[in-house]
């Protein structure tokens, strides 16, 4: 995570809330569409989410696909 906080806080719960209202971890960007594909059977495709996908934070992403159609996917 990364943020940014330039307050001046003292004492644990003046902590705590400083710290929170500090952390502006952003969720990802989307920077565009994963176009669409055919694959064939027993065939597979991979694809690089890395041009679609970006952190705001610079903070590592990880991926998850799902459908709910799975006589698409």
């Not at 644990?12 to 952390?23: R, V």
């Not at 969720?27 to 952190?55: C, H, K, R, W």
């Amino acid at each position: 995570m990364s943020g940014r906080c330039t307050l001046a806080c003292k004492g644990i719960l003046a902590a705590t809330l400083c710290l929170a209202a500090c952390d502006s971890n952003e969720g990802p960007a989307v920077m565009g569409s994963i176009p669409n594909q055919t694959v064939a059977v027993g065939e597979t495709v991979t694809i690089s989410l890395a041009q679609y996908f970006a952190d705001p934070d610079g903070d590592d992403l990880s991926y998850a696909a799902a459908s709910s159609d799975e006589g698409v996917a």
